[in-house]
C-alpha cells in the first residue's frame, strides 16, 4: 500500500505507518547484510550449521556490500566532469562553488551505494548562508503519491523519532513545492499522541528540496528495486556450503590411528591404556595389524561443482562478470577494447543507473543554485544549462586511446584541439595555450622536400 494523504502524521496514527512496514523492514534487512550481519537475516543459516554441540561455523560472504561498491565505484569512483557554462564565467564558478563546498561526487557515491543497496537514495537541498546538499536515508523517506496516479509524488515527508529526557517524539519535515512544514509530534508506545510543534518556511523555489534517484522502476511502483533480493538465496547457499566444507576439512585435518594392541601403554595416574604419538617405533610381528591412520576421502567434488554453478548463477543474475573483480587470467584483456568486452553487462548496468542519475544531479545543482538567488545570497546566479561528462571508471589504455586519437587527427575525423581535449583533458586557456604551442613548433621544424623540376629536370626544396 501507497500513502496518499497526510493522514498517517495525525494523532491516533501507529509510527510507523503500517502502509511502509515492508519496505521498512526491507530496507533494514538489507543494511544488516551490507554490513556483513548476515546471521540476523538469512534465519535458517545457524540451523543449517549446528551440530549436536551447538557450535556454529560463521563464514561471511559479502558479496552485498562488494556489488554495491562496485556499481558506485563504475559511476562515480572516476569523477564526472560538471560543467555549466565556458571556463571563468559566473555559472561554472558557481557551480564548481556548490560541488566543491559539499563534497558533491562523495555524497553522490553514497547515494548511489542506497540505490543498490536499498532501491532509492535520496538528495536533500537546503540552505544555511549557502547551499547545503546532503544525502538522506531512504528510511525516513515517506512519499505522498495522487491516489490516481502512483508515479506522481505530491509531497516528499522526511520524519524520524528520536527520544530525549525519556519522552519519545517524532519530528517530520514536509516537503511541498515552494514550501517546508517542520511539525514535532509527541509519541507514545509506538502511536502518535499529540502535535507540540509547527512551523511554515517559504523556500522561494517552486520545486520539492528533495530529489529521490531510483533503481529499476515498474509503471506501478514509486520506489525502486534493490540488488539483493534476487541474489540472497544463493549467497546463503554459497555461504552454508563453503562454511560446510571448512567444518568437513577441520573434523579430518587430524586423523585418528589404528594398530595392534603392543602400541598401548598404561598410564599408572589414570590407569587407561592410551598411545602415544611422537616418532615411536612399533615393531609388529607376523600376523600382527600394521599401524596406520584413518584416511577419509570426502568426496567434495560435487560440493565444489555447486559453487562453480552457483557463482555462474551469481554472475548471471547481478549483472556482473569475473572481469568485474578483477579475476582475469592472462591474455583474456590485453588491450582497453578487450577489457570493455568482457565488461559488456556490468557496464550496461551501469549505463542504466546512469541514466539515472544525470538527471537527478543537474536537478539538484540547479536547485541549489536557484535556493541561493531566492535566499538573496550574494553573487548568486541560477543554472539553466548543467553538462556531464560521464566517465566509465575502467582504467584508460593509453597507448590505445593515444593510437586511435592520433589516427583521427591525421585523417581529419577531428581537430587539434579535440585530441588535445581527449589525450590530457584540457580546456579553455590551457588547451588555447597548448594547441599554439604545437602549431607553432610544427612551424619552425617543418622538413624540406625535394621536387623535381619537369621543365628543366633538375630538383629544387620547398617547405612542405
Do not use: C
Not at 514535532?184 to 502511536?191: E, I, S
Not at 585435518?253 to 599408572?268: F, I, K, Q, R, V
Not at 610544427?442 to 625535394?450: R, S, W
Amino acid at each position: 500500500m501507497l500513502l496518499t494523504s497526510l493522514g498517517f502524521l495525525s494523532p491516533g496514527r501507529l509510527w510507523p505507518p503500517p502502509e511502509e512496514s515492508e519496505r521498512l523492514r526491507l530496507y533494514s534487512e538489507n543494511r544488516k547484510l551490507f554490513e556483513g550481519k548476515h546471521h540476523e537475516v538469512f534465519s535458517e543459516w545457524i540451523k543449517l550449521l549446528r551440530d549436536e554441540q551447538k557450535a556454529t561455523l560463521e563464514i561471511i560472504l559479502n558479496w552485498h556490500k562488494r556489488l554495491s561498491i562496485l556499481w558506485a565505484d563504475l559511476l562515480l569512483g572516476e569523477p564526472p566532469r560538471i560543467t555549466a557554462g565556458e571556463q571563468g564565467s559566473p555559472e561554472q564558478q558557481t557551480v564548481e562553488r556548490i560541488v566543491e563546498n559539499n563534497n558533491f561526487i562523495n555524497t553522490a557515491y553514497e547515494v548511489a551505494l542506497d540505490v543498490s543497496r536499498f532501491g532509492t537514495g535520496l538528495f536533500k537541498v537546503g540552505f544555511d548562508g549557502r547551499a547545503i546538499i546532503t544525502g538522506q536515508q531512504p528510511g525516513v523517506w515517506f512519499p505522498v503519491v495522487k491516489s490516481d496516479d502512483v508515479k506522481e509524488i505530491v509531497v516528499h515527508v522526511l520524519a524520524y523519532a528520536y527520544e530525549e529526557n525519556d519522552v519519545n517524539y517524532l519530528k517530520a519535515e514536509i516537503h511541498e513545492r515552494g514550501k517546508i512544514t517542520t511539525a514535532l509530534f509527541l509519541l507514545k508506545d509506538g502511536v502518535i499522541e499529540s502535535q507540540q510543534e509547527l512551523e511554515e518556511k517559504e523556500t522561494g523555489v517552486d520545486d520539492f528540496l528533495v530529489v529521490p534517484v531510483n533503481n529499476i522502476l515498474t509503471t506501478d511502483r514509486v520506489t525502486g528495486l534493490d540488488d539483493y533480493g534476487d541474489l540472497d538465496s544463493i549467497i546463503q547457499e554459497l555461504e552454508i556450503r563453503v562454511a560446510q566444507i571448512s567444518r568437513i576439512l577441520d573434523k579430518h585435518s587430524d586423523p585418528n590411528m589404528y594398530g595392534p594392541d603392543t602400541a598401548l601403554e598404561h598410564d599408572p595416574i589414570t590407569g587407561e591404556w592410551t598411545y602415544r604419538g611422537g616418532g615411536k617405533y612399533f615393531p609388529v610381528s607376523q600376523g600382527e595389524a600394521l599401524p596406520g591412520y584413518v584416511t577419509w576421502d570426502g568426496k567434495l567434488d560435487a560440493a565444489f561443482r555447486q559453487i562453480e554453478i552457483l557463482m555462474e548463477q551469481l554472475y548471471i543474475l547481478s549483472e556482473t562478470s569475473v572481469a568485474a573483480f578483477g579475476q582475469l587470467k592472462a591474455g583474456f584483456a590485453e588491450s582497453g577494447t578487450a577489457l570493455r568486452r568482457l565488461m559488456m553487462a556490468p557496464l550496461a548496468k551501469t549505463n542504466r543507473i546512469r541514466l539515472r542519475f544525470d538527471p537527478a544531479l543537474k536537478r539538484v545543482l540547479k536547485l541549489a543554485a536557484a535556493l541561493e538567488v531566492a535566499q538573496g545570497m550574494s553573487g548568486a546566479v541560477k543554472l539553466d544549462h548543467i553538462n556531464i561528462d560521464w566517465q566509465d571508471g575502467l582504467p584508460n589504455d593509453e597507448t590505445e586511446i593515444t593510437n586511435t586519437t592520433v589516427a583521427q587527427k591525421e585523417s581529419g575525423l577531428i581537430s587539434l584541439e579535440s585530441a588535445l581535449r581527449r589525450l590530457h583533458g584540457l580546456e579553455g586557456e590551457a588547451l588555447e595555450q597548448e594547441a599554439a604551442r604545437i602549431r607553432a613548433d610544427a612551424d619552425t621544424e617543418m622538413p624540406l622536400i625535394f621536387r623535381p623540376n619537369l621543365d628543366t629536370g633538375e630538383t629544387s626544396t620547398t617547405e612542405e
